[in-house]
């Protein structure tokens, strides 16, 4: 069975800094790309970042671009998200999803089969 579980989101100033962590199971993990999104109260699911199975390849979603890095450890079988400079509108439920696929489109536009729970992450002014 596929389980993919976040970890990490909590309330932060602005400014400040988290990082979610997501550990997968039930499949090959570094056969994959992984991805992040989030969802804010009343917004539709946007993509925040993927990563390629290998590593070598990112996206990132223009609005968190040089703030936010993604990362994963293909030998734990997690996936990370470090997020700085963290804004109000950064505020979400922070999701990751497994890929179909090996590598990722520009804007982790993919198709993704499996999604974990979520993770709130809540930044205040």
């Known amino acids: 069975e596929v389980q993919l579980v976040e970890s990490g989101g909590g309330l932060v100033q602005a400014g400040g800094s988290l990082r979610l962590s997501c550990a997968a199971s039930g499949f090959t993990f570094d056969d994959y790309a992984i991805g992040w999104f989030r969802q804010a109260p009343g917004k539709e699911r946007e993509g925040v970042s993927c990563?390629?199975?290998?590593?070598?390849?990112?996206a990132y979603a223009d609005s968190v671009k040089g703030r936010f890095t993604i990362s994963r450890d293909n030998a734990k079988n997690t996936l990370y998200l470090q997020m700085n400079s963290l804004k109000p509108e950064d505020t979400a439920v922070y999701y990751c999803?497994?890929?179909?696929?090996?590598?990722?489109?520009?804007?982790?536009?993919?198709?993704?089969?499996?999604w974990g729970q979520g993770t709130q992450v809540t930044v205040s002014s």
């Open positions: 999803a497994k890929s179909k696929y090996a590598l990722v489109s520009r804007r982790c536009a993919d198709e993704y089969d499996y």
């Open positions: 990563i390629s199975s290998s590593g070598g390849g990112t």
